[in-house]
């Protein structure tokens, strides 16, 4: 495995590639801020997959450096390339914080794999919204189903 990457200097966030992208690829920047990635966010605790684009092979979209999204993912994500494929591990203050965003998340580190599926322009706003109401549904359906208030297909 490659080597692991403290991105922040206290631990806070580390990064260890898994699949490293070609020489040639886009990496964000501040004229390519918005992204799409596939991700599978795990427990550090036990490994439990709280949330993942895979189970529908969604993309989820998000702007660098805008605060939508936890701040483990503006700082790791801007230091990757498309293709790229890393693990991030990343403290609570980097994530939800102390208290986590229960029930799904206790207050602890984080684990995230992050592929770049690309970066794109301003004109792919709208999508970047669309993955945001995606998986904010996705999680709405799994807290609803634990509470067993989910809807059953007949």
């Avoid at 390519?32 to 599978?40: K, R």
């Avoid at 890393?86 to 799904?104: D, F, L, M, R």
């Avoid at 580190?109 to 592929?115: A, G, I, M, S």
């Amino acid at each position: 495995m490659s080597e692991t990457i403290d991105l922040t200097g206290d631990g806070g966030i580390l990064k260890t590639v898994i699949r490293r992208a070609k020489d040639d690829v886009t990496a964000p920047s501040d004229s390519l801020p918005i992204v799409h990635v596939h991700y599978e966010g795990t427990l550090a605790e036990n490994g439990e997959v709280f949330d993942t684009t895979h189970e529908d092979n969604s993309i989820f979209s998000f702007e660098i450096g805008e605060g939508t999204v936890i701040k483990a993912w503006d700082i790791a994500v801007k230091t990757m390339k498309v293709g790229e494929d890393a693990k991030i591990t990343c403290k609570p203050e980097y994530a939800y914080g102390a208290a986590g965003s229960p029930p799904e998340i206790p207050p602890e580190e984080l684990k995230k794999q992050r592929e770049i599926a690309a970066a794109a322009k301003e004109e792919e706003k709208r999508k970047r919204e669309e993955a945001k109401a995606a998986a904010a549904a996705r999680v709405q359906a799994k807290l609803e189903a634990k509470k067993g208030k989910g809807k059953k297909a007949k």
